[in-house]
């Protein structure tokens, strides 16, 4: 059974860092497109970084760019999403998933449209306060 699974999570204060994890079980990340999203209290799901798996060419939401990295352990089958300099903004629970959505000729290319993901985890919840 596919399945990813959110790690890292917790109470931050304002310029501080956290590490996510995103494990996959039953599939191989490195295979596919990892894209990490959060969501906000009242808000939609919004995407925030994606790293391509032909390539490894990443995106970044505009917001997290020069503050938040994505990348990959392939021995420990883990994408992490590395956050520095914290906001407030930036609380929410954040998801990852593959993307598994779209034409095949863009698969391997990263996205930060959520619709064009899959098997989503639980989620990790993310505070940014003082």
């Known amino acids: 059974q596919w399945q990813l699974v959110e790690s890292g999570g917790g109470l931050v204060q304002p310029g501080g860092s956290l590490r996510l994890s995103c494990t996959g079980s039953?599939?191989?990340?490195?295979?596919?497109?990892i894209g990490w999203f959060r969501q906000a209290p009242g808000k939609e799901r919004e995407g925030v970084s994606s790293?391509?798996?032909?390539?490894?060419?990443?995106y970044y939401a505009d917001s997290v760019k020069g503050r938040f990295a994505i990348f990959r352990d392939n021995t420990l089958n883990i994408v992490y999403l590395e956050m520095n300099n914290l906001k407030p903004e930036d609380t929410g629970v954040y998801y990852c998933?593959?993307?598994?959505?779209?034409?095949?000729?863009?698969?391997?290319?990263?996205?930060?449209?959520?619709?064009?993901?899959?098997?989503w985890g639980q989620g990790t919840r993310v505070t940014v306060s003082s």
């Open positions: 998933g593959a993307r598994v959505y779209g034409s095949s000729s863009d698969l391997g290319f990263p996205s930060l449209r959520w619709v064009e993901y899959s098997y």
């Open positions: 039953g599939f191989t990340l490195e295979d596919y497109t």
């Open positions: 790293r391509g798996s032909n390539f490894g060419d990443t």
